[in-house]
C-alpha cells in the first residue's frame, strides 16, 4: 500500500449507522422472538396477546402525538413544557364537540383547543422572550384551570354528566382488516411457540383499531416527511439550529416559529381528544395523567426524530397495557427479557467495543436480574403500576449519551439580534 494511500485510510470516516426498513423489521421480529421465549420460559401468556397489543395502541397514541408536538416545537427552537395543558384543553374540547356535533367534530375541536394553548405558548415565548418553561408550566397550570371550569359548566348539567365528567361520548368508530380476525385468534390459542405471539400482535394491531388511531399513526410518516423532505420543513429546521444564520437568509424566524408551536399544540389536542373520545370514551378530570411530559420523554428517547419517538411511545404504551393483562405476572416475565437484553448489551460491549469493565458491570446486573426473576413469582402491584415510569427514566438515562437537540432550542431570539 502506498503512503498516500495509508494517508487516505488513516483519515477515512467510519461508515455511519443507517437505520433501513429491512433493520427494522429484523429487530421487530427479533424482539418477538425474545418474548415468545419469555412466554414459553415464564408461562406468561398474555405478554404477546392480542389484547395486550390493542391496549399497548391505545396507550401509545396520546403519548406519540404529545411526543410529535414536542419535536414541532423543538425544531424549531421552541421549548414546548406546556404539552400537558394543551392535551387537558384536547380533553375538553374533544368532548365538548363530540357531545354537541359528534365525534369527527369533537376530533376537529380537540386540535383546536390545544392550539389556543399553543398561541399563548408562542406569544410568550416568540413575540416577548418569556423564558420558555416558565410559560410552559403557566400553560399547564391554565390548561388544567380552564378544562375545570368549563367542565363544571358545561357538563354538570347534561344527563350523565357531572362537575368533573362528561356524559358517555360517541365514539368515531374503528375497522378491521376482514378475513384474518378468527384464523389469528385461533393460532393464537395453541400457544406454538413464535406463531402464536406473531398472530397475537398482528391480531391486536389489525383488528377493531379506532380510526382515530389511523389518523394519529399517519401522522408520523407526514411529519417526517414536512420536516425532512421539503423547503418548508428545511427552514423551520434552520431556525432551531441557527435562528440568526436563518435570518441572513431571509427566513422569517419568527413565522416559522409560530407554525411549529401552533402545530405542536395541535398535535398534543389530538391526543387529549384521543383519550377523551376513544381510550375512556369519556372526559374526566385529570384524565391525561401526565402524558404530556412522558410524550417529552419519547421525544427525547427517539433523538428528536418521528421513527425513534413513535418506538418510545410504543415502548411506554407496551409497559402501560400489562396493567390491565395479568399485570404482576406479566411483568415478572419481563424481567426475564431485560436480563437477556443486559446480558446481550455486556455480549456487545465485550466482543464489538473492546469496553472490558462496562461489560463485565452490565454482566452482573443481568445475572442479578435473573436471580431476581429466579426467587419471585410475581412483583407488588405498586411496583406494576410504576412499571411504565420505571422503563421509561432507564431508557432516557441509556440514551443520554447519543442525543442531538436541536442546537438553538430553548434559547431566547430577538428579530436582527445577528446584525
Known amino acids: 500500500m502506498s503512503v498516500t494511500s495509508q494517508a487516505l485510510a488513516a483519515v477515512k470516516k467510519p461508515r455511519k449507522f443507517r437505520l433501513t426498513w429491512p433493520i427494522v423489521l429484523g429487530g421487530v421480529v427479533a424482539l418477538i422472538l425474545l418474548l ?71 376530533i376537529l375541536l380537540g386540535a383546536i383547543g390545544g392550539a389556543i394553548g399553543a398561541v399563548l405558548h408562542a406569544v410568550a415565548t416568540v413575540t416577548f422572550g418569556v423564558d420558555h418553561v416558565v410559560s410552559g408550566v403557566a400553560i399547564n397550570i391554565l390548561g388544567f384551570g380552564a378544562a375545570k371550569y368549563l367542565a363544571a359548566a358545561v357538563f354538570a348539567d347534561l344527563p350523565g354528566g357531572g362537575d368533573t365528567q362528561s356524559p358517555r361520548l360517541p365514539s368515531p368508530g374503528t375497522f378491521s382488516i376482514p378475513g384474518i380476525g378468527e384464523p389469528l385468534r385461533s393460532l393464537e390459542q395453541t400457544h406454538i411457540f413464535f406463531l402464536s405471539d406473531l398472530a397475537g400482535v398482528l391480531r391486536g394491531l389489525t383488528q377493531n383499531v379506532s380510526w382515530f388511531t389511523l389518523l394519529a399513526v399517519l401522522m408520523v410518516p407526514l411529519t417526517w416527511w414536512v420536516l425532512w423532505r421539503t423547503a418548508f420543513g428545511l427552514r423551520l429546521r434552520s431556525c432551531g439550529e441557527s435562528p440568526t444564520a436563518a435570518e441572513s437568509l431571509g427566513v422569517n424566524v419568527y413565522y416559522y416559529k409560530y407554525v411549529a408551536v401552533i402545530v405542536s399544540g395541535v398535535m398534543a389536542g389530538l391526543g387529549g381528544a384521543f383519550l377523551s373520545l376513544v381510550a375512556a370514551g369519556i ?134 439580534q445577528g446584525h
Open 36 to 106: 415468545s421465549i419469555t412466554r414459553v420460559v415464564s408461562g406468561a401468556n398474555d405478554i404477546t396477546s392480542g389484547g395486550t397489543m390493542a391496549a399497548m395502541l391505545a396507550a401509545a397514541v396520546p403519548i406519540g402525538l404529545a411526543g410529535l408536538g414536542g419535536l414541532w416545537s423543538e425544531r424549531s427552537g421552541v421549548v414546548n413544557i406546556g404539552l400537558e395543558g394543551m392535551m387537558i384543553l384536547g380533553t375538553w374540547f374533544g368532548a365538548w364537540g363530540a357531545v354537541t356535533w359528534g365525534p369527527w367534530m369533537g
Open 283 to 416: 372526559y374526566r378530570e385529570g384524565q391525561t395523567g401526565g402524558r404530556g411530559y412522558i410524550g417529552l420523554a419519547t421525544l427525547i428517547f427517539g433523538n428528536y426524530r418521528p421513527g425513534g419517538l413513535a418506538g418510545g411511545a410504543l415502548l411506554f404504551g407496551y409497559t402501560d397495557s400489562l396493567q390491565l393483562r395479568q399485570g404482576g405476572t406479566s411483568v415478572h416475565a419481563l424481567l426475564f427479557t431485560l436480563s437477556l437484553l443486559v446480558v446481550g448489551a455486556a455480549v456487545y460491549l465485550l466482543v464489538k467495543r473492546h469496553r472490558n469493565v462496562p461489560a463485565l458491570i452490565t454482566a452482573v446486573a443481568g445475572v442479578l436480574v435473573f436471580w431476581l426473576y429466579q426467587v419471585t413469582d410475581s412483583v407488588p402491584e405498586q411496583f406494576t403500576t410504576a412499571t411504565p415510569y420505571i422503563v421509561t427514566l432507564l431508557v432516557l438515562a441509556l440514551a443520554s449519551q447519543r442525543l442531538r437537540p436541536p442546537a438553538a432550542d430553548g434559547l431566547p431570539y430577538r428579530r436582527g
